[in-house]
């Protein structure tokens, strides 16, 4: 069954430091996602992709944060200096379509701590 | 603002029905409406999704009231395994139909 995956699975970095965490979306899907989870917080969207564009995003998501799609299969959060209140659950999913109508699978996460 | 209102948590003996209720008075047009559910700190799974009709698949059936207001998911046989945080969701027009997820119902399946 397919599936997104993420990687890495946990990443600790250095406050200030620039982070790139990294999903392979589903082979036929057209739209990607980030979200995130603060621990013992609710999942948060963060911002949603397709055709090379940012679609929508959240407030969360300022200029600190960045997404690519740099090729045909990867897509790509970055973080340019991290703050120690960026550690979370780094979730991705992709959907086949846009809107309401089609499902989005999530990835199994990666796990961002900062110190 | 998740727009939806789910009790906080329940339980539900193993082999039984689990049956998971779910409101969304402001629900209009083209809005679906969603099931995920976490396990743990896992990825959010999606479960089921319907506008009006009601659904069913593999893992639970879907009920949704003829207004549309509200909605319940049904889980027929819950197994220890279905113990997680499943979550209600509305794809809203005027957010983008992102996907905003609420606190959840913390659903604990027991022995």
């Known amino acids: 069954e397919p599936e997104v995956t993420q990687t890495p699975s946990h990443q600790v970095t250095q406050m200030g430091q620039e982070v790139i965490l990294r999903c392979v979306p589903i082979?036929?899907?057209?739209?990607f996602y980030w979200y995130r989870q603060i621990l013992g917080q609710k999942v948060e969207f963060l911002v949603s992709f397709y055709n090379n564009e940012i679609s929508e995003k959240s407030e969360i998501f300022d200029d600190q944060f960045s997404v690519e799609r740099p090729d045909g299969s990867n897509f790509t959060l970055k973080i340019r200096s991290t703050k120690l209140e960026d550690s979370a659950m780094y979730f991705c999913a992709s959907s086949e379509e846009g809107g309401s109508v089609t499902e989005a699978f999530f990835g199994q996460g990666t796990r961002l701590t900062v110190v | 603002d998740a727009k939806t209102t789910q009790p906080t948590s329940m339980d539900c003996a193993e082999g039984r029905a689990a049956n998971l209720p779910c409101n969304h008075s402001?629900?209009?047009?083209?809005?679906?409406v969603y099931w995920y559910r976490q396990i743990h700190s896992q990825g959010p799974q999606y479960i089921i999704h319907?506008?009006?009709n009601n659904e069913t698949n593999e893992m639970a059936s879907l009920i949704i009231t003829e207004d549309r207001k509200s909605s319940t998911l049904i889980l027929p046989h819950a197994t220890l395994r279905d113990t997680a945080v499943y979550y209600c969701i509305v794809r809203y027009r005027d957010s983008g139909y992102a996907l905003n997820f609420g606190k959840g119902t913390s659903l604990l399946v027991t022995p």
């Open positions: 402001t629900i209009s047009g083209n809005e679906y």
């Open positions: 082979s036929n899907h057209l739209y």
């Open positions: 319907g506008l009006k």
